[in-house]
């Protein structure tokens, strides 16, 4: 008999659910929530408000359109953390009163472990995919994470170097704001910088022991950049928008790139794979493909529907969970931060 696994994804701002069986994708619905854009960035009261209003269309939805019923699933599989606190308990409570109700177990899951084990999601056009291979690496570059990671299966993995302040979403996010690019802005400079010369500003690169990262010294130089250039142009940034938007994205992508490389040298490891929101950064995934040519690293890039956060992710990891019988209590709390082991 096959498995049935439902994933819900509430962590932020984003309504997700979706069906996996046997480890293929039946349906992955997400809901983005537009209520933050005129805020500049994620409000945490409007977004769980907003998980509220979408979480019974979307599962209804994910459930629909996978063609099976509510009674058919083997288990519900939610994100139990890291995020914001109220969204995260919308996802748990729900998935709390449907697994009552269908009198099926509950698996609580790591965001950040899902991130990672996108990679294992099937799709039935793309059954054959190659999958990572353990141990392999991964570079988890998103809005609230930026973390290079070892992982040894499934549910053994560890950080190995990770922000010691902004996330990479957060610097593309922050100097978007400030030229007025809108939230959240790390597509809009993706789209801008191909247009422009990425050698043409030059702005700080941190300095940081080992394989952490630091990305406020950047943002500190690019808004110092900016309010010089002003004071000689008031049009200054209109006029330069491109090379502006090209120089930062290569600095962003170098600061990663030079730890990832790193990283590779001290583990031996040159299986290497990327996740989050951020890498469905263009200059991301061209530096990836390089390396792999120039250094013979194997890599995995996401599906783009996989890289901002999904539902599929957490029922893939709740698959390999339910053959493990790994299931949590029906009082599981939710968790804002979780510990650097990712289990
Ligand atoms: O994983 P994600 O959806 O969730 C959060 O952690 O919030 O990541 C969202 C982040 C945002 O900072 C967004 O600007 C960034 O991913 N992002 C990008 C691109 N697409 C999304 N950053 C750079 N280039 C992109 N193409």
Known sequence: MSTIILGIESSCDDTSAAVIS??????????????HEAYGGVVPELASRAHQQNIVPVVSEAIKRAGIKPEDLSAIAFTRGPGLMGSLLVGLSFAKGLASAL????????????????H???????????????PFLCLLVSG??????KVMSYKEMEVIGQTIDDAAGEAFDKCAKVMGLGYPGGPVIDRLAKEGDPNRFKFAKPHIQGLNYSFSG???????????AIKENPNFIEENK?????????TIVDILMDKVRKAVKETGIREVAVAGGVSANSGVRNAFTEHARKYGWTIHLPKFSFTTDNAAMIAIVGQYKYLDRDFCKFDAPAFARVENNIR
Do not use: W
């Open 120 to 134: 294992f999601v099937l799709e039935k056009d793309n059954i054959d995919k190659p999958l990572p291979k353990y």
């Open 144 to 149: 609230g994470n930026s973390q290079i990671i």
């Open 218 to 228: 950047l943002k500190t130089s690019f808004l110092y950049t900016l309010r010089d």
């Open 242 to 250: 491109a090379d502006l938007c090209a120089s930062l994205q290569k």
């Open 103 to 118: 009198q099926i177990p509950m698996i609580e899951v790591n965001h950040l472990q899902g991130h990672v084990m996108a």
């Open 22 to 35: 046997d480890g293929v994708l039946l349906s992955n619905v997400i809901a983005s929530q537009a209520v």
